[in-house]
């Protein structure tokens, strides 16, 4: 009796303690991230310094500029979201292909703009997979 009542005792506690681990299951969280990606394979999309100041009408380089991590080849898909009254142009030059580190366009702002603070988000999205980076200048338009 007392071996059946031990055996019993083992089995429970191996269930209970095989129950604690990651369920899986409807409703479990899956990470975002690729799991194989590591901070070596990975780049940044730099931050704008100082904002970009443009009169009504005028137009001026922009540059892009990302780092890539050592063992980071792939290329980046540039997108580009800006506020009413400002245009980006790019002239295909959307995406930043290994071993370059940034692509040229232009900045300009409508000759009807608001004057003021607009902002041009600028998202930089790995072709192969991994996260992609978000950015966004600031751009203080000014009167003609």
Known sequence: MRA????????????????QGDAGGPGKSVPTTNPLQTKRD?????????PISLK???KKELEIKI???????????LTFEPDKGIK???????EIKDPATNAKGFVEADKDA???????????TPEEGGSPA???????VKAK
């Open 114 to 124: 608001t004057v003021g603070e607009h902002f041009l988000k600028v998202t930089a």
């Open 4 to 19: 059946t009542t031990s055996m019993i005792l083992a089995a429970a506690m191996a269930a209970f303690v095989g129950c």
């Open 56 to 58: 009504q009408g005028e």
């Open 134 to 140: 978000t950015v966004e200048y600031k751009v203080e």
């Open 67 to 77: 780092t890539r991590k050592e063992a980071f080849h792939q290329t980046v898909k």
């Open 88 to 94: 980006v142009d790019v002239k295909g030059n959307d």
């Open 42 to 50: 990975t780049f940044e999309l730099a931050k704008p310094l100082v």
